[in-house]
């Protein structure tokens, strides 16, 4: 046998698992989007879609959101998928790359707008819900899209609702790596 060794890899619920063998004079190179030596230099620009792994937490530090032992979030940079921030820490960053952004409220889901709040009379609810602070519902738009809300509080006779984002009027701060770009 040569010294030549062949490799295949094994994708099984969300895992890989590369076996290989040693076979005369056989050689199989692996690569998935842009990820062999020569891509390891690419930046990210306007316009690729890149796979990142993040993990994002408010300013105290308590983590809101990962994709950690999950698969990375696959976006295209400058199409308004993601919010502006994220897409702006990202730029110019490599293959492998890891750092660490900050992003102002501006950048991220916005300030609290008053306007987004919205007293409802508890007679309007249906009967089976009994509104509590912090309790999510869900309203419908006339085109039929949904709406995420919040209780922000309930009275005597009305529950005030609160359509903000919920990390609205927050800073953020993410931990990112570039997993792959295309």
Not at 138 to 151: C, F, H, I, M, T
Request: charged share 25%.
């Amino acid at each position: 046998m040569g010294s030549d060794a062949f490799c295949f890899l094994y994708h099984k619920n969300s895992e890989f698992n590369i076996y290989s063998w040693v076979f005369p004079t056989v050689f199989f190179r692996l690569s998935t989007m842009e990820t062999t030596d020569k891509n390891i230099e690419r930046k990210v620009k306007n316009n690729d879609t890149v796979a990142v792994h993040y993990t994002g937490k408010l300013s105290n530090g308590q983590i809101f959101d990962s994709s950690v032992d999950k698969e990375p979030l696959e976006f295209q940079i400058g199409q308004g998928q993601i919010i502006p921030g994220f897409e702006k820490g990202l730029m110019d960053m490599s293959i492998n790359e890891k750092k660490s952004v900050t992003i102002p409220e501006a950048e991220a889901y916005g300030e609290v707008r008053e306007d987004l709040f919205q007293e409802v009379p508890k007679a309007d609810l249906p009967p089976e819900i009994d509104p509590q602070v912090g309790m999510g519902l869900v309203a419908k738009n006339p085109d039929g899209s949904e709406r995420q809300l919040r209780v922000a509080e309930v009275r005597n006779e009305s529950i005030l609702i609160d359509a903000n984002h919920p990390l609205a009027g927050q800073d953020l701060t993410f931990d990112l790596e570039v997993v792959a770009i295309k």
